[in-house]
């Protein structure tokens, strides 16, 4: 240990109580950024996964141009190719496939517009969560081809129930009129009041009878064991599917470009929040500017005397310098393991926000939300207050250089 090191550590305690305050003041401030960093990336990852094990999947694959504009007659012709091929890739959990039309539907009293989606009712009910979300009568079975499960607000549109009859009429693939009358399973409720209102799904090889499909679907649905995983599976799909077996007319997507709406909720959520921990680390910052200021201030004449007998300013600098770094040192390792292990406690238990059910339940979110701790959670705060109090302590640290030797041995 370096003899400037050995007194910068020294000379912090000479004032313990000023240091424990500044100490304290920092680890308060690493620890909240641990913890609402973990907490608002858990959040994320949690709205995510609950979002796209609903509907969509964390990728797709699809006919060209299908995102955008959902005809009928963008399919994929070979699903078994797909399938064959999807086993092979490392990062995906499951996979299922899916046809869709838009239709009429009628019951005895009422008639309206939806989107009937064929599923495969075994791959379906081990991809997504539909079979979780059925509160009333039950899921489709494997066999099932002309029963539908529908959601809670169009089942009250259109005032039926269980194995009660609607009628579907529609276009086919082919042009040709899809119509037919199914029976009514299971009546789910997913919390999206958009997707309960306007989805009632069938089994696949039914919707393909109906209209016309022959062996082809709409879209490959794939979930991942993870989020980090996407756009490995991703990238994996277009180099060694789409690129060598000479696919051009298909395309995969992720959950980005399938939901934007989410990701922009979510990158608007996160700027409100960087704003606020700006906030934070810069009162923090005031703090350590406010203790060095007032420490060089109150040791002007020491430091007169050290240069009167021969130490450099620039020395003297250093010297505060290595003071600044170790009390903020020891305030961040301090933060960051507080911050963890609070984090760590409601990573297991959750966090539970009276008030906030109705509002949650609305996009499929469960009421207790977990943080989660990460590398990343875990010093991304921490680091910016390092770098923001090491500098907030350089102003002062450099009214040593314009020090006089006899003027600071005369002062105070």
């Known amino acids: 240990m370096s003899v400037e090191l050995k007194m910068a550590w020294r000379n912090i305690w000479r004032n313990p109580r000023r240091t424990l305050l500044t100490i304290a003041a920092i680890a308060f401030a690493c620890m909240i950024l641990v913890f609402m960093l973990s907490f608002q990336l858990g959040c994320y990852e949690t709205m995510i996964n609950t979002s796209v094990k609903i509907s969509t999947g964390h990728l797709k694959i699809q006919a060209k141009g299908y995102l955008k504009d959902k005809k009928m007659r963008l399919v994929i012709k070979d699903p078994d190719q797909i399938a064959t091929f999807l086993d ?68 009250h549109n259109l005032k039926v129930g269980i194995n009660d009859e609607i009628t579907l009429l529609g276009q086919g693939r082919d042009g040709s009129i899809a119509a037919a009358v199914l029976t009514i399973k299971g009546i789910f409720n997913s919390g999206i009041d ?113 240069m009167a007998i021969g130490t450099s300013p620039s020395r003297i600098t250093k010297l505060v310098m290595l003071e600044s770094v ?64 090491v500098v907030s302590s350089l102003f002062p640290a450099l009214k040593i250089r314009k020090l006089k030797p006899v003027k600071a041995m005369a002062h105070g």
Not at 367 to 372: A, E, I, Q, S, T
């Open 88 to 155: 092979t890739i490392k990062g995906i959990d499951t996979y299922t496939f899916r046809a869709n039309g838009f239709c009429l539907v009628s019951s005895d009293q009422r008639t309206y517009g939806v989107v009937v989606t064929g599923i495969d009712p075994i791959k379906e009910a081990h991809a997504l969560s539909i079979k979780s979300l059925v509160q009333k009568g039950r899921y489709l079975k494997e066999d099932e081809a002309y029963s539908a499960l529908i959601g809670t607000h169009l089942s």
């Open 194 to 306: 958009e997707f309960d209102r306007s989805v009632i799904m069938m089994g696949l090889k039914g919707f393909q009878e109906i209209f016309s499909m022959g062996k082809s679907v709409h879209e490959a649905v794939i979930t991942t064991h993870s989020l980090g995983d996407v756009s490995l599976v991703k990238q994996n799909i277009q180099d060694n599917f789409f690129k060598t077996k000479g696919q051009k007319s298909l395309v995969v997507h992720d959950w980005m470009e399938i939901m934007p709406g989410l990701l922009q909720g979510i990158q608007m959520d996160l700027v409100s929040g960087i704003i606020m921990y700006i906030i934070l680390v810069i009162v923090v910052a005031f703090s350590i500017f406010n203790t060095f200021l007032m420490a060089i201030l109150e040791r002007t004449r020491e430091f007169g005397v050290m």
């Open 326 to 389: 170790c009390i903020t040192i020891v305030g961040i390792i301090l933060g960051i393991i507080l911050g963890s292990l609070v984090t760590l406690y409601f990573q297991s238990n959750g966090v539970f926000i009276a008030g906030t059910e109705d509002i949650l339940k609305q996009y499929g979110i469960p009421d207790r939300l977990y943080p989660r701790l990460s590398l990343i959670s875990a010093s991304a705060g921490p680091l910016v207050v390092f770098l923001i109090t």
